[in-house]
């Protein structure tokens, strides 16, 4: 009676996939990491209204799925050294938390992946594909295989990720908090 069991079971084991989660950076850390010389970080989280919500859709092509967005003021000497946010997308199955550092006059500065849960496409981690992502505004193409490199085996990931920061970047002009 054993063996029939267990060969019951094995074909359940075998669609299970394993959970992966990683966590790398705190906010605290996430924040540092871009705007090393900030003095301060002042929360400003943003209700979005429908209204805003549209905009946003509007100008990156993808829906805001939430209606607050985490954000920071970075802050040296009383001045605004830009905004960090905080944001999530899917990869294939599971949320990649990232944060975003963008200039006060709409440029990306950095972004950094703070927890990552997906098994593949960890690549988006790898300091020199985030790279690609410094200095873009919302007016650059954000193309995955033109002006964003692909990453093979997390093609997802990239792209996701990718459209995040363009999705970020219209949150921040559609807040004005560029100046």
């Known amino acids: 009676m054993k063996n029939i069991h267990s060969l019951w079971l094995l074909p359940v084991a075998a669609i299970v996939s394993p959970v992966y989660a990683a966590d790398y950076l705190t906010v605290e850390q996430a924040q540092k990491a871009i705007f090393a010389d900030a003095q301060s970080f002042e929360a400003r989280p943003a209700k979005l209204t429908s209204d805003q919500q549209d905009k946003i ?3 990156s092509g993808l829906r805001q799925r939430w209606d607050t967005q985490q954000i920071w003021r970075a802050v040296k000497n009383g001045k605004t050294l830009g905004w960090f946010v905080v944001d999530e997308v ?11 550092g963008l200039s006060p006059d709409g440029h990306v500065l950095g972004v950094e992946i703070m927890t990552y849960r997906e098994t ?7 300091a020199i594909w985030r790279q690609h ?3 873009k505004t919302l007016a650059d193409p954000f193309k995955l ?8 085996g997390g093609t997802l990931s990239s792209r ?3 459209d995040g920061v363009k999705r970020v970047l219209a949150i921040q ?3 004005n908090l560029v100046e």
Do not use: A, C, Q
Not at 90 to 100: A, D, L, P, R
């Open 120 to 126: 593949y496409g960890g690549g988006v981690r790898n």
């Open 160 to 162: 996701n990720v990718m």
């Open 173 to 175: 002009k559609v807040l």
């Open 90 to 100: 899917i990869g294939k199955h599971e949320f990649i938390t990232y944060g975003v």
């Open 133 to 135: 992502l410094v200095g």
């Open 145 to 152: 295989d033109e002006d964003v490199p692909n990453i093979s």
């Open 57 to 59: 859709k509007s100008l």
